[in-house]
């Protein structure tokens, strides 16, 4: 963790993320306006970082993890420490970028839970990555997996949604809609939050189907512990990949 935190990328992210976050919060009006605009670099930039950098990173550290399996060090605790030492760098190099300029412009409840958001989705993506990069010893290929799964979730999938909803408007599907924002981690993220602001109309037809059946704190709670699953079910299943795998 300390190695990565002095990684001149990591640096440069959290410089961005704060540069990023003091320009459009001196610049936009209203707080709903930035937030908005916050939202979408959470939704956006903090998920195709995550899961690119720790694509690389566990590659990068293939020969290291290979020395350290010489030694009577178990599996579990490599795959472990390297999924915890990028996810809380990536997180801490996240929180500061964004919350220190939110503490001195744009305090609030809607602030808190965008440092939520994006915290739980760098473990989320960071833990899809490495069961992407355990699946393949080829680096390019695990990279554009990587790529692949981020352009699935932030765009592909949307569109199957609208894809699922046009073909069969004449049936009651707004119940099978739950089904698939859980199978989405960015929707997750997405709909939690502007729960919470209130602007239905942001949130598209999946958004205004999870606010019909959820509250603002019950939607909040079932899509937060829906991104806890998220980021648990794809780690268990890299140990228990990397566990068997012949190095």
């Known amino acids: 963790m300390f190695d990565i935190l002095r990684n001149r990328f990591v640096i440069g992210y959290c410089l961005f993320i704060m540069l990023i976050t003091f320009g459009l919060l001196s610049l936009e009006e209203g707080s709903s306006k930035s937030t908005i605009s916050l939202l979408n670099i959470v939704l956006l930039v903090v998920p195709l970082i995550s899961i690119v950098f720790a694509t690389i990173h566990f590659y990068n550290s293939y020969e290291f993890m290979e020395l350290l399996l010489s ?7 490599i795959i472990y420490s390297e999924y915890f030492g990028v996810s809380c760098s990536l997180s801490l190099a996240f929180a500061i970028g964004m919350g220190v300029p939110l503490i001195f412009l744009n305090q609030g409840l809607v602030s808190l839970y965008l440092l939520f958001a994006g915290i739980i989705l760098t473990f989320v993506f960071v ?48 119940k099978y809609l739950l089904a698939f924002i859980s199978l989405n981690p960015i929707d997750l993220a997405r709909v939690a939050i502007l729960l919470q602001m209130d602007t239905a109309v942001l949130m598209g037809y999946t958004g205004a189907v999870f606010s019909e059946f959820f509250n603002s704190w019950e939607g909040l709670l079932f899509s937060s512990g829906l991104l806890l699953l998220w980021a648990i079910l794809p780690m268990l299943l890299t140990v228990r990949i990397f566990k068997r795998k012949d190095l």
């Open 71 to 77: 030694q009577p060090v178990r599996r579990s605790t």
């Open 127 to 174: 833990s899809i990555a490495l069961l992407g990069a355990v699946n393949s010893k080829d680096k390019a290929r695990g990279i554009g997996t990587s790529l692949l799964l981020w352009f699935f979730f932030t765009a592909i999938y949307d569109g199957l949604v609208l894809l699922i909803l046009f073909s069969f408007s004449d049936y009651p599907i707004e």
